[in-house]
């Protein structure tokens, strides 16, 4: 498959301050891409350097096979949408639309029939007259993917682009973009550090932290199987059980903790089978772990006591302390939570395909 | 509610809104008292001249005089064209240096670019121009200099002419440029020129259809300022002009020491039109270039 991004072992440094690590990324033709990870952990410095906003310390920065590290923004084939978005005052929806074609000396006529084009595109259509600040939230917001999209680039890079709208709007663009990007079929690259955001928008995800990529994958593949111990934290929630390997087999991996032994299926080990005795940490998500009846048939199921109950709408958070001391928090839907209530006992469990072994 | 009620809560809202009324009452006092009481006595006087025999007689002579006789509109022209060559000049010079000290990051050294930029202002215009006209003189530092270089053989005259009273000028004036244009170029925000480039447009088209236009409320605020202190300035060119550069200025002094209070009042009026004028004139094309700027689209 085509790669219209690709990124050598990328690195940008501002003073003493390492902001992107050796990153090394392949972005498929037509891909929504994005990188997610918590503030400060070089994701819109990366899509700087992709867009030629920032220098490389470091690195190659690749589009569609040419190696573009040393091509100034306004020659690539790249379009950005600004975290602030960066619609210019002074003129209309339609000058800002037309910017970008005006400088590539598009004859009026075609710029006019763009900009009407990609203004139906964005559902705006009859707003070119419209001052900037005459616009709400969301509009701006279209205006500002519209002015980007008009030059059609070969990427679209979008950075937070939803951080300034409400919940509501927020969840109503993201479905758009969603769609748009469907219809256009432009590679886009998102940058983002809501994990939510990212896991219903993205064909894959890039999760970074402190300047490096901690793993790559579709949503499925960073929710169910998360490599590294902090992807398996910032996305969604997890229990974390620091053990030791006591058994390996060709199917399962067992673990040793604190005097249980938890058994994992081989393909939820995220650095492959892992030696006998090697100290890991086996994660569960809260979701996973089953209570009382539900937990009757998983095989690592132990007996406990509940410490809290939590109601928060259509689930019930309990916190579960396993025999041996070991604090769970397990999350079921509230009409499985009826006999929980504190300080009575419990049986929790869950299956081996819910546990993620990682290395430590 | 009662109907006295509403009466006494509309009476108290009325109070509200206009609570912040006598805040103003000294500017307005000021303005009424040393400006528009001013004017009056000058629109009258200029009709008006006291006449050595003692009763004031009414008469338009003072007027007939300065609208008639070429000499005093030549006077008008040397004004006017003083204030586009220092306008101008502050202009080219100011800009520059009004975008170079926003970007400057350290807070140490703005705040030197500050000082050495404003601290001018804080010595007397008089003494500057003293100083000036030491360096400019036939046997000043810049003809030494010039001279030492071989650059000229004979040294030139750079006082006593509009050259001395520009360069003068456009070093008094240019904080006044600077400073408005320094604000504006402050608010804006990095990510509007990377837009620009984002959208293909290199550095000129960047700075030619996204920085200037965006910081033209601060040039024409800075070029109104400086053209009104220009064309209404006395000392700078009554001693670098060294008598040789009649402007509107110098008519009223001379007209005053003459005690002919009548043509003086007519020349300030004059001066004060000018200034109103320049500044509707302004003001309105740069509205018409941001409605052409619309049409265009």
């Given at each position: ?23 090394s ?41 040419q ?5 100034p923004p ?21 000058e800002?639309?037309?910017?970008g ?43 500002a ?88 934290a ?26 249980l ?69 397990a ?26 072994v990682?290395a430590? | ?5 509403a ?48 009763t ?8 007939h ?11 008008v ?43 001018p ?102 070029s ?66 941001y ?7």
């Open positions: 498959m085509d790669d219209d991004v690709e990124l050598r072992e990328v690195s940008k440094h501002f003073g003493t301050v390492v902001a992107v690590d050796q990153v990324l392949q972005i498929r033709r037509g891909e929504f891409f994005s990188l997610l990870g918590p503030s400060g952990c070089g994701k819109t410095t990366t899509l700087r350097m992709i867009g030629g906003l920032e220098y490389p310390t470091a690195g190659d920065v690749l589009l569609r096979g190696v573009v590290t040393d091509v306004y020659r690539r084939a790249t379009n950005m949408v600004f975290q602030h978005l960066a619609l210019f005052p002074h003129l209309t929806v339609f800002n639309i037309a910017f074609l005006r400088l590539k000396r598009v004859p009026s006529d075609a710029i006019s029939r763009k900009v009407d084009d990609v203004l139906q595109l964005v559902d705006l259509p009859g707003y070119g007259a419209r001052e900037i600040h005459q616009l709400s939230g969301g509009q701006k917001q279209r205006i993917i519209a002015r980007a999209l008009v030059n059609e680039p070969a990427v679209l890079l979008l950075d937070e682009p939803l951080g300034a709208l409400d919940l509501k709007l927020r969840l109503q663009m993201q479905a758009e973009l969603k769609a748009l990007q469907h219809r256009v079929g432009t590679t886009f690259i998102y940058v983002t550090h809501d994990q939510g955001e990212a896991l219903t928008m993205s064909d894959r995800i890039a999760v970074m932290n402190l300047g490096r990529v901690e793993q790559i994958g579709t949503s499925e593949e960073i929710y169910a199987r998360p490599q590294t111990r902090f992807v398996a910032f996305i969604g929630e997890a229990n974390f059980l620091e053990g030791r390997v006591a058994a390996s087999s060709a199917d399962a991996v067992t673990v040793e903790v604190d005097g032994r938890i058994v994992a299926s081989v393909d939820r080990v995220a650095a492959g089978p892992p030696q006998v005795g090697a100290a890991v940490t086996v994660s569960v998500r809260p979701e996973h772990v089953k209570l009382g009846a539900a937990a009757a048939d998983v095989r690592n199921r132990w007996d406990g006591r509940v410490q809290d109950v939590t109601f928060m709408g259509a689930v019930v958070r309990a916190r579960v302390t396993l025999g041996s001391g070991i604090a769970l928090i999350e079921v839907h509230n009409d499985a939570a009826a006999g929980l209530s504190p300080g009575a006992p419990v049986v929790a469990g869950w299956t081996p395909g819910h546990t993620v990682l430590r | 509610m009662t109907i006295a009620a009466r006494r809560g509309s009476w108290r809202s009325v109070a509200r809104r206009y609570r912040h009324v006598p805040l103003l009452a000294p500017a307005v006092l000021l303005s009424m008292a040393v400006f528009w009481v001013c004017m009056a006595v000058l629109v009258t006087m200029s009709v008006y001249p006291f006449l050595a025999a003692g004031p007689r009414f008469t338009w002579v003072a007027w005089r300065f609208l008639t006789d070429g000499y005093y509109w030549s006077v022209g040397t004004t006017l064209n003083l204030g586009v060559l220092v306008t101008g000049l502050s202009l080219v010079i100011g800009y520059p240096t009004a975008y170079a000290i926003s970007k400057i990051r350290r807070p140490g050294w703005a705040l030197t670019a500050y000082v050495m930029l404003f601290a202002i804080l010595v007397s215009v008089v003494v500057r121009t003293y100083g000036w006209m030491l360096l400019l003189s036939k046997t000043g530092a810049v003809n030494y200099v010039l001279r030492s270089l071989r650059l000229i053989d004979e040294p030139i005259a750079l006082i006593f002419n509009t050259t001395g009273i520009v360069i003068a000028m456009v070093h008094i004036l240019l904080p006044f440029m600077v400073f408005p244009v320094m604000s504006v170029i402050g608010q804006l925000t990095p990510d509007l020129k990377e837009a620009a480039m984002d959208l293909g447009a290199n550095r000129w088209q960047t700075f030619r259809r996204v920085t200037l236009p965006l910081t033209l409320p601060g040039v024409v605020a800075g109104q300022i400086v053209f009104t202190l220009t064309i209404s300035a006395f000392v700078t060119p009554f001693l670098m002009g060294g008598g040789k550069v009649q402007i509107l200025s110098g008519l009223i002094y001379r007209d005053m020491e003459a005690v002919n209070l009548g043509f003086a009042s007519v020349v300030s009026l004059l001066l004060l039109v000018l200034a109103v004028a320049i500044l509707v004139l302004s003001n309105r094309l740069v509205r018409q270039a409605a052409r700027a619309e049409v265009s689209r």
